[in-house]
């Protein structure tokens, strides 16, 4: 089985602060981790992947997360946080087969002028 | 490329009728999912197939829900009998395959569904 927990449900920062949105994993078998991002009324898109290669990953749009085993965790962060970042994120996790996703509650990130 | 669409994008309904909704994958995936997004649920997985297999139906919340794929393509998710809990979006996504290493999942827009 299968779990992802997102600590804050709701995230402010101000434009040019760091972002570090938080995602704790369980899994019984070798995670797969994925962050996604949503717009208003729109579907999710991929912003980076977790996939048993390199511990940190770098994704789209300056974002970047890091696995770390010990802590369970895969948080993602950015530098610099940007108006167009405004959006809700949410952590998902999968084993080997990719069967199915696994989200977590989402973050809501708002970016303060 | 084009990406994965669904029809329609919003479909609202009364208590009581069926509906169906729809989606068309990436071309040349073999993987499809279909998740509900709900304020009180969150993001759910409902289905999946490989090809025009469905391995899991675990998520499907009652049975009157069904989804089926033809032609490895298209695939159409329909609830019978619809209830208000029924309003969510319904997110159709696609993936090159299952298989032992996990492939990306590419999301449509999604179909908002009202139960009046």
């Known amino acids: 089985a299968q779990s992802v927990t997102q600590l804050g449900s709701h995230v402010s920062v101000s434009e040019g602060a760091l972002v570090l949105l938080r995602c704790n994993y369980s899994?019984?078998?070798?995670?797969?981790l994925f962050w996604y991002v949503q717009y208003p009324n729109q579907g999710l898109q991929l912003l980076l992947k977790y996939t048993s290669a390199a511990t940190l990953v770098k994704g789209i749009n300056g974002f970047e997360a890091e696995f770390k085993k010990s802590e369970t965790s895969f948080h993602l962060t950015k530098p610099s946080a940007h108006m167009s970042d405004a959006a809700e994120y949410f952590c998902?996790?999968?084993?080997?087969?990719?069967?199915?996703?696994?989200f977590g509650t989402g973050t809501r990130l708002t970016i303060i002028p | 490329g084009a990406g994965v669409s669904q029809s329609p994008s919003n479909k609202v309904t009364e208590k009581g009728k069926d509906v169906e909704l729809r989606c068309d994958p990436i071309?040349?995936?073999?993987?499809l999912y279909w998740y509900r997004q709900s304020l009180g649920q969150g993001l759910e997985f409902l289905i999946y197939f490989q090809g025009n297999s469905a391995p899991d139906k675990s998520g499907l919340p009652s049975d009157r829900f069904s989804a089926e794929r033809t032609g490895g393509s298209v695939s159409t998710l329909t609830i019978q009998r619809t209830q208000q809990e029924d309003s969510a979006v319904y997110l159709c996504?696609?993936?090159?395959?299952?298989?032992?290493?996990?492939?990306?999942?590419?999301f449509g827009p999604g179909t908002r569904l009202t139960v009046t």
């Open positions: 996504a696609s993936s090159l395959r299952v298989d032992r290493r996990p492939y990306e999942q590419y």
């Open positions: 998902a996790v999968t084993g080997s087969k990719n069967e199915k996703l696994t």
């Open positions: 071309s040349g995936h073999t993987a």
């Open positions: 899994s019984s078998v070798p995670p797969y």
